[in-house]
């Protein structure tokens, strides 16, 4: 079991694998907040395909076999475990022999056939709530993956769209999905995402990732999902939702005093 509740669970990493100096940089940024606070349980988050891109031009990502090998990279050089999104079945295998944690992208969470691929690799499933989803809906889709046998399941809350380019995270989701008997964790950098809103790409709000982190820690949540980015203007996709590397040691402080208060 990778998850231990006596430590605040952190998903981080750029939304796009990108290169090796971008996985590297923020790398080491994750490994010196590890060794400053232990009761952080830290989770490399990268992803090789962007599939869900608003535009056709969008920026797609490394592939899978280049994004296998950043996060290999990372798992080696770096000793942290990690995370990558998958969107079809077949990769849930070669994802698998890599990663520690396969995640359901939220608009693939009612997708069956890869909620159970992903369960009988015996790794940690972490699958997001569907924008389109109420809590309360979220123990049908756990029960998929239990039944296909995961070796931990993860709920992740990402906000809900009531279109118009916007998403709003209902705090009392957490408690709601907690009784699923499952960690919970906040989507804080998707969820301040303005869906479309760049003309043919997602915009944000990064103002608002502290808020609501810390609002989710007060309601109960486990663990905090945050992508975060050198330099979040170059960024290939996402940089107007993602922290900047710079600033996520403070952020991560701020929040752990919530959680800390929380959990005492």
């Not at 994750?30 to 395909?49: A, C, E, M, Q, Y």
């Not at 990732?209 to 820690?217: F, G």
């Amino acid at each position: 079991m990778l998850h231990d509740p006596t430590k605040l669970l952190l998903l981080a990493g750029p939304c796009s694998l990108e290169n090796a100096d971008v996985c590297r940089a923020v790398a080491t940024e994750l490994v010196t907040l590890g060794r400053s606070h232990p009761d952080l349980n830290i989770v490399f988050k990268g992803s090789f395909d962007k599939a869900n891109r608003t535009s056709i031009a969008g920026a797609r990502g490394t592939g899978l076999e280049a994004g296998l090998a950043l996060l290999a990279m990372v798992k080696s050089e770096f000793g942290l475990p990690v995370v990558t999104d998958i969107h079809h079945a077949e990769q849930c295998g070669p994802v698998a022999a890599v990663c520690d944690v396969l995640q359901i992208p939220a608009f693939l969470s009612r997708q069956t056939d890869l909620l159970l691929a992903a369960a009988v690799t015996g790794r940690i499933v972490n699958v997001k709530k569907g924008q389109f989803l109420a809590p309360t809906d979220m123990k049908h889709v756990v029960a998929k993956i239990r039944e296909g046998g995961a070796g931990e399941i993860w709920q992740t809350e990402r906000g809900t769209t009531f279109g118009y380019q916007n998403l709003v995270v209902d705090m009392r989701a957490f408690p709601i999905m907690a009784a699923n008997g499952l960690p919970t964790i906040l989507d804080a950098t998707h969820s301040v995402q303005l869906p479309g809103a760049g003309d043919g790409r997602s915009s944000g709000q990064r103002e608002f990732v502290e808020p609501l982190a810390k609002a989710a820690l007060a309601a109960g949540a486990h663990g905090l999902f945050l992508e975060t980015h050198p330099d979040p203007a170059q960024a290939i996709s996402d940089g107007p939702n993602m922290v900047p590397l710079s600033e996520l040691a403070g952020l991560i402080e701020r929040c752990l005093a919530v959680w800390r208060v929380v959990n005492s």
